[in-house]
C-alpha cells in the first residue's frame, strides 16, 4: 500500500490522480490513497471526492484506489465540517505532534465526528505520549485511530521506529493499525525503495493494517 500521495489538486503535487494511480500499478502496489490537503481543496472538496471515485472504478480492476483527505491540525481547520466527507475512505490528520497543534482532547472530540477511519500522518506518538503523559497507542487502540509510518525521509520517528525494538514491540502489542505513505508530491522523486520496504516490514511483523485496506 501506499496511502499518501498528492496531486494537483490541492496545489502541492505535480502530478494528476491518474498519474499517481497508474505510477502505483506499474510497480505493483495493491492500494493507492490519493490524499490531498484540506487546506488548499477548500470548499472544491466535493468535486474532490467526486473525482477520485470516477479514478476508483476507472482503475478497479488494477489496483484499489482510496479516496484520502490530509487535514492539518496545526491549526485545526475552522470551515471543515460544514461541507459533507461522505465517500471519502479515511482521513489522515497531520502535525498533531507540532507545539502549537490543536490539544490531544479537542482533537480526540473533532476525530469522533467522523465515521471514516482515521489516521495520524507522521506523527511521533512516542514524543506525545511523554508530552501529554498517556499512552498514545491505548488512545488510538480504543478511539480506532491508525498510525502512518512515512517513509518520505522528512521524519525523524520514521528512522527511530526501524532502529528501537522496543517501539516496535509496543505497536505490535498495541493492535493499532499501522498504514505506509510515501508522501509522494512528484513521481520523478519517488523513493521505491524505501516504501517497498516499509511495506516488507509491517508484513514481516505481521503489524494490523489501517481498517481502510482489510
Ligand atoms: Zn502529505
Not at 159 to 182: H, I, M, P, Q, W
Request: aromatic share 12%; with cysteine; net charge negative.
Amino acid at each position: 500500500m501506499d496511502l499518501h500521495n498528492h496531486t494537483v489538486f490541492s496545489y502541492d503535487g505535480s502530478n494528476t490522480p491518474e498519474e499517481i494511480i497508474e505510477h502505483a500499478i506499474l510497480h505493483g502496489f495493491d492500494a493507492v490513497g490519493i490524499c490531498d490537503h484540506e487546506f488548499t481543496i477548500k470548499d472544491r472538496l466535493g468535486e474532490y471526492i467526486d473525482y477520485l471515485l470516477h479514478c476508483k472504478e476507472k482503475y478497479k480492476k488494477d489496483i484499489k484506489v482510496l479516496v484520502g483527505l490530509e487535514v492539518s491540525m496545526d491549526p485545526a481547520p475552522e470551515d471543515f465540517m460544514t461541507q459533507s466527507t461522505e465517500g471519502l475512505d479515511y482521513i489522515l490528520f497531520e502535525r498533531l505532534d507540532k507545539f502549537n497543534a490543536t490539544d490531544l482532547y479537542d482533537f480526540l472530540a473533532l476525530r469522533r465526528e467522523f465515521d471514516c477511519p482515521v489516521g495520524l500522518a507522521h506523527c511521533d506518538i512516542f514524543a506525545m505520549s511523554e508530552r501529554y503523559g498517556v499512552d498514545m497507542l491505548e488512545i488510538m487502540r480504543r478511539e480506532n485511530i491508525f498510525w502512518e509510518l512515512n517513509t518520505s525521509g522528512n521524519y525523524n520517528y520514521y528512522y527511530d521506529f526501524l532502529t528501537n525494538e522496543n517501539k516496535r514491540n509496543a505497536v505490535k502489542c498495541s493492535g493499532v493499525g499501522v498504514s505506509v505513505g510515501s508522501d509522494t508530491h512528484a513521481i520523478f522523486e519517488y523513493r521505491k525503495k524505501q516504501i517497498i520496504n516499509a511495506n516488507k516490514m509491517i508484513r514481516d511483523m505481521a503489524l494490523p493494517l489501517p481498517f481502510v485496506i482489510r
